[in-house]
T-cell receptor, first 111, second 116 residues
Framework: KQEVTQIPAALSVPEGENLVLNCSFT??????LQWFRQDPGKGLTSLLL?????REQTSGRLNASLDKSSGRSTLYIAASQPGDSATYLC??????????FGPGTRLSVLP | GAGVSQSPSNKVTEKGKDVELRCDPI?????LYWYRQSLGQGLEFLIY????????KSGLPSDRFSAERTGGSVSTLTIQRTQQEDSAVYLC??????????????FGPGTRLTVL
C-alpha cells in the first residue's frame, strides 16, 4: 500500500528565500506525482504533475522533480513571496488511478 | 462550468441524521473523486468514478457511506446515520483523464460537515 510523507510539517521563511519541500513515497511503481497548494478554507489547486517517465516539471517560480528509485519528489520555490503562504500537498497516483496524499507542509513566507 | 462546484459549503447536522453532499464536476470530465479531510490531516480517498465503469469504492470507511453519479456528471455522496467522527471537509475533484493515463485533478471548494 502506497504511503506518502512530507517533510517538514511546517516551514517559515523570510520573503525572497529559495526553499525546498520534500515528499517521500513507499511504492516506486508510482504512475505520477502531483503537487497541490491549499489555502485556508479552500479546495486544492494543482501546481504541477510529473508523469513517471519524466524527471521534472517547471511552472514559473516552481520546479518539481521526481526520483522514483529513491521514492522522492521535491518542490522547489524560487524567490518566495508572502502570497506563496499555503499548505502544499503531494499526491502519488498509481496506474489504477488512485491517489494517495501526503499530510502537507504548511508554508509561511514572512514579509 | 468554470470549475468544480460543491454544495452545500457548510452543513451542520445532528448525530444519527442522514446527509447528502453534492458535486458538480467540470463539464466533460469523465473522472470524479471524493475525498475527506479531517482537521489537521491529509486527504483520505473515498470513492472514484470513471465514465460508465463501476466505481472504485475501496476508500469508503463504512457501509454508512455511499455515492452515486447520475448521467456521468453530478455526484452525490450520502452519509447515513452520521457520527461525530464523520465531521470533516469533504472534497470533490474531477479530471479529464483518458483510460490508463491519470490526469490533473481539479478540486472543488469542499463541504464542511459538522456532526453535533
Amino acid at each position: 500500500k502506497q504511503e506518502v510523507t512530507q517533510i517538514p510539517a511546517a516551514l517559515s521563511v523570510p520573503e525572497g528565500e529559495n526553499l525546498v519541500l520534500n515528499c517521500s513515497f513507499t511504492d516506486s511503481a508510482i504512475y505520477n506525482l502531483q503537487w497541490f497548494r491549499q489555502d485556508p478554507g479552500k479546495g486544492l489547486t494543482s501546481l504541477l504533475l510529473i508523469q513517471s517517465s519524466q524527471r521534472e516539471q517547471t511552472s514559473g517560480r516552481l520546479n518539481a522533480s521526481l526520483d522514483k528509485s529513491s521514492g522522492r519528489s521535491t518542490l522547489y520555490i524560487a524567490a518566495s513571496q508572502p502570497g506563496d503562504s499555503a499548505t502544499y500537498l503531494c499526491a502519488g497516483g498509481d496506474y489504477g488511478q488512485n491517489f494517495v496524499f501526503g499530510p502537507g507542509t504548511r508554508l509561511s513566507v514572512l514579509p | 462550468g468554470a470549475g468544480v462546484s460543491q454544495s452545500p459549503s457548510n452543513k451542520v447536522t445532528e448525530k444519527g441524521k442522514d446527509v447528502e453532499l453534492r458535486c458538480d464536476p467540470i463539464s466533460g470530465h469523465t473522472a470524479l473523486y471524493w475525498y475527506r479531510q479531517s482537521l489537521g490531516q491529509g486527504l483520505e480517498f473515498l470513492i472514484y468514478f470513471q465514465g460508465n465503469s463501476a466505481p472504485d469504492k475501496s476508500g469508503l470507511p463504512s457501509d454508512r457511506f455511499s455515492a452515486e453519479r447520475t448521467g456521468g456528471s453530478v455526484s452525490t455522496l450520502t452519509i447515513q446515520r452520521t457520527q461525530q467522527e464523520d465531521s470533516a471537509v469533504y472534497l470533490c475533484a474531477s479530471s479529464s483523464r483518458v483510460a490508463g493515463a491519470p490526469d490533473t485533478q481539479y478540486f472543488g471548494p469542499g463541504t464542511r460537515l459538522t456532526v453535533l
